[in-house]
């Protein structure tokens, strides 16, 4: 499966986030990232 990242979530995690969507949108690429990362060293 391949996943699209655009640049600007990379940054989200830095983002304010007090907005919903933000928060979302950070805790998704933070699981995304994680579950690469568990796939690498697997």
Same mark, same amino acid.
């Given at each position: 499966m391949r996943i699209? !990242?655009?640049n600007c979530c990379f940054n989200r995690?830095?983002?304010d986030?007090?907005?919903i969507k933000i928060k !979302?949108?950070?805790e998704a690429k933070l699981y995304?990232?994680?579950k690469i990362r568990q796939h690498s060293t697997a």
């Amino acid at each position: 499966m391949r996943i699209y !990242l655009d640049n600007c979530c990379f940054n989200r995690p830095f983002d304010d986030q007090n907005q919903i969507k933000i928060k !979302l949108e950070t805790e998704a690429k933070l699981y995304i990232q994680e579950k690469i990362r568990q796939h690498s060293t697997a």
